[in-house]
């Protein structure tokens, strides 16, 4: 069981909108605003999408964001394209032995 | 634009050592703006933090593998590297090298991975 858990598979149709969640607890996400989600095309690099829970990298769409609320962090993606299309993953510093884990990702489907 | 690459061995024999170099092109493994990591993840698992080292060779280790891990850079090659002792099937995985350029664990860099497989 991962450390933090997503749903396993989101969908969605172009040009709506959908969320994905991310629930950890209060010893990573509950009291560190360091969380990030990355996007992860099978054999490509994985990408930063969100950083500190709601910022941009430079050159990622401002389609996606990012938001916190108690031990849940969100990754909110509009306007779905489907080069959207992908596995996205969340991860959180934590206060455990590990300093960071991991959502077990979530995969967006573009209907 | 950073670019990390893997390379190594994809299949090695249980109880030997895992070795994986990390070429970075784009950008200095000799900054002291960035943590270079190593990330895991098993096929159909979750991804694993495995450790990172600084340009100075300071390292910080995943607890749950810190007996088994070597880390090292090499700063006149713009490389870092992995090694994994006694490695068992469960170390069977695709790894990746990332960039952690803020110091808390968020990876704004990443090589496409590579699948090492311990088998004999």
């Known amino acids: 069981q991962s450390a933090l858990t997503q749903p396993a598979s989101v969908s969605g149709s172009p040009g709506q909108s959908i969320t994905i969640s991310c629930t950890g607890t209060s010893s990573d996400i509950g009291v560190y605003h360091y969380v990030s989600w990355y996007q992860h095309h099978p054999g490509k690099a994985p990408k930063l999408m969100i950083y500190d829970v709601s910022n941009r990298p430079s050159g990622v769409s401002n389609r996606f964001s990012g938001s916190k609320s108690g031990n849940t962090a969100s990754l909110t993606i509009s306007g779905l394209q489907t080069e959207d299309e992908s596995v996205y993953y969340c991860?959180?510093?934590?206060?455990?032995?590990?300093?960071?884990?991991f959502g077990g990702g979530t995969k967006l489907t573009v209907l | 634009q950073v670019q990390l690459q893997e390379s190594g061995p994809g299949l090695v024999k249980p109880s030997e050592t895992l070795s994986l170099t990390c070429t970075v092109s784009g950008g200095s493994v000799n900054s002291g703006s960035y943590f270079w990591n190593w990330i895991r993840q098993p096929p159909g698992k979750e991804l694993e933090w495995i450790g990172y080292?600084?340009?100075?060779?300071?390292?910080n280790y995943n607890p749950s593998l810190k007996s088994r891990v070597t880390m090292s850079v090499d700063t006149s090659s713009n490389q870092f590297s992995l090694k994994l002792n006694s490695v068992t099937a469960a170390d069977t995985a695709f790894y990746y090298c990332a960039r952690d350029s803020a110091g808390w664990y968020s990876f704004d860099s990443w090589g496409q991975g590579t699948l090492v497989t311990v088998s004999s």
């Open positions: 991860s959180s510093y934590t206060s455990r032995s590990t300093p960071v884990v």
């Open positions: 080292i600084y340009y100075t060779g300071s390292t």
